[in-house]
T-cell receptor, first 117, second 111 residues
């Protein structure tokens, strides 16, 4: 069963507007972490934001915020004031067994975001 | 700056000719991962090391091997590359309980 679901293969947003990228997940673990990564066309995977399952407040990092709804098992990424440089593929990922020695990162299928001038 | 470094950035090999991709880290993280990412797809975990303990994913082909001679270095060996092995290979590191830090990747082409 797929553990991370990103239902939007592609999204468009106008420059300077906000955009929400959807992510739902499935796990039976109580301790897990949710991550968002940005991957530009050059290929490197850039860490954006992290939310722990026990964190009560939504994570924020500059223009990025994570809308964490634990009961719904969703972890949507909100990008405010979009910039042309935000055009990239965005991956939602989950790490189960956060306190374990390994804790593999499982990725969703990704959402391609294009910012229009 | 502490980082994860992958060499080379682009690698071209011939069908069936062994190839090795390298990864080094200055983060002193105890876990190192190799992911394979094909075009427009999610990264797929091939294997990972926790210190010297090697953990292979069940669906990783036998054609893929890995070595970790010390904490800083990890290698991905593809014994007989096929056309289907052309992909971006991403190395990542982490310490217990942290997120993953990725290198810039090696784009492998198989001719």
């Amino acid at each position: 069963a797929q553990k991370i679901t990103q239902t939007q293969p592609g999204m468009f947003v106008q420059e300077k507007e906000a955009v929400t990228l959807d992510c739902t997940y499935d796990t039976s673990d109580q301790s897990y972490g949710l991550f968002w990564y940005k991957q530009p066309s050059s290929g490197e995977m850039i860490f954006l934001i992290y939310q722990g399952s026990y964190d009560e407040q939504n994570a924020t990092e500059g223009r990025y915020s994570l809308n964490f709804q634990k009961a719904r098992k969703s972890a949507n990424l909100v990008i405010s004031a979009s910039q042309l440089g935000d055009s990239a593929m965005y991956f939602c990922a989950m790490r189960e067994e956060l306190r374990s020695n390994t804790g593999k990162l499982i990725f969703g299928q990704g959402t391609t975001l294009q910012v229009k001038p | 700056d502490a980082m994860v470094i992958q060499n080379p950035r682009y690698q071209v090999t011939q069908f069936g000719k062994p190839v090795t991709l390298s990864c080094s880290q200055t983060l002193n993280h105890n876990v190192m991962y190799w992911y394979q990412q094909k075009s427009s797809q999610a990264p797929k975990l091939l294997f990972h090391y926790y210190d010297k303990d090697f953990n292979n994913e069940a669906d990783t082909p036998d054609n893929f091997q890995s070595r970790r001679p010390n904490t800083s270095f990890c290698f991905l060996d593809i014994r007989s590359p096929g056309l289907g092995d052309a992909a971006m290979y991403l190395c990542a590191t982490s310490r217990t309980g942290s997120g993953l830090f990725f290198g810039s990747g090696t784009q492998l082409s198989v001719l």
